[in-house]
C-alpha cells in the first residue's frame, strides 16, 4: 500500500479546530493556526498541542498589507505559491444579525486578497447557508470575483483562481448534527488549467459528493459515549435550550427527543 500524499494548509479563523482535524485525518500537515476568540483556539490548542497557533484575527495580516504577507509567510515556512491549502471561516461578531451579513461580505473580501497575495494551489472559505441566499446571492459573487480576478476591479480580466460555491449539509457526510453552510472553493488558475478545469462552473465538480446513508442525530453520535455524571444533561440544555424547568434531562431522553425531529 502506498502511503498517502501529504498537503501542507493553513487554517485562518479555525475555531475550535474541527476542520483542521478533518484536514490532518486527510493527510493534511497544518502550517499554522488562528483565531481572534480565545475560549476557541483554546480548545483548539488544546488537541492540537504541536501545531503553531497564535490569537489574532486573520484580517491583521490582510491590513499589514505586504509586511503582513511576509509574516504569514514566514509564520508558516513558505515562499508565495509553496503552500498547498489555505482556508478560512468568517462569521458575525457576537450579537451580529445573520440577515445583515455585510461584515461577512468584508471578512470574504480580506481571505481573497490575502490568497491573492500567498497564492496557495487551493482556496476553502467557510461561511453561514444565507450568504449564497436570495437578495444575498449577488453580493457573494461580488467577493468570489476578487479571488478569481487577479484584479479585482477587472471582472473578466486576468485569472488569479476558477472558483464556485455550494451549500452543504455536515449530516450528508456523516456528522451526527446537521448543520448548512456556504463552502466556497477556489483552485488556483495554473493549477485548474493542467487539470482541465477551465471555467467556474467546472468547479462544481470538484465538490464531495454527499454519502449514501441516512442522516444520522446527535443521539447517534453520542450513543455509548461514557461521559461524566452532569455533563450529559450540560450538553442537552446547551443544544435543546429546553426551558421546562420540571423537564429532568438524560442522554437517552435527548436521543429519543433528536430521533422524532
Not at 3 to 8: D, H, N, R
Not at 26 to 53: K, M
Not at 170 to 191: C, M
Request: include cysteine; aromatic fraction near 8%; glycine fraction near 10%.
Amino acid at each position: 500500500m502506498t502511503k498517502k500524499a501529504g498537503f501542507t494548509f493553513v487554517s485562518l479563523g479555525c475555531g475550535s479546530g474541527g476542520s483542521v482535524q478533518g484536514f490532518i485525518q486527510a493527510g493534511g500537515q497544518p502550517r499554522f493556526i488562528c483565531d481572534e476568540r480565545p475560549l476557541e483556539l483554546g480548545n483548539a490548542t488544546v488537541n492540537l498541542p504541536n501545531v503553531l497557533s497564535k490569537q489574532v484575527d486573520f484580517r491583521w495580516y490582510y491590513n499589514r498589507k505586504q509586511k503582513g504577507t511576509d509574516d504569514l509567510l514566514s509564520l508558516i515556512g513558505l515562499q508565495q505559491g509553496q503552500l498547498d491549502l489555505l482556508e478560512g471561516s468568517v462569521r458575525l461578531p457576537a450579537g451580529g444579525n445573520v440577515s445583515t451579513p455585510t461584515q461577512l461580505y468584508q471578512g470574504l473580501y480580506d481571505l481573497f486578497g490575502l490568497a491573492k497575495r500567498i497564492l496557495p494551489k487551493f482556496v476553502i472559505a467557510f461561511g453561514p447557508s444565507n450568504l449564497s441566499q436570495n437578495a444575498n446571492l449577488e453580493l457573494l459573487n461580488a467577493q468570489v470575483n476578487v479571488l478569481r480576478f487577479a484584479k479585482s476591479k477587472e471582472p473578466q480580466g486576468e485569472r488569479a483562481y476558477y472558483a464556485n460555491f455550494r451549500v452543504l449539509n455536515a449530516a450528508d457526510f456523516g456528522a451526527g448534527v446537521s448543520k448548512s453552510y456556504t463552502a466556497i472553493l477556489g483552485v488556483r488558475a495554473d493549477i485548474a488549467q493542467a487539470h482541465g478545469l477551465v471555467s467556474d462552473r467546472a468547479i462544481l465538480s470538484v465538490f464531495p459528493i454527499p454519502a449514501a446513508h441516512q442522516r444520522g442525530t446527535l443521539g447517534d453520535a453520542l450513543a455509548g459515549l461514557a461521559l461524566p455524571d452532569g455533563e450529559a444533561a450540560f450538553w442537552e440544555r446547551m443544544t435543546l435550550r429546553d426551558a421546562n424547568p420540571d423537564y429532568s434531562p438524560s442522554l437517552a431522553g435527548m436521543a429519543q427527543r433528536l430521533d422524532r425531529q
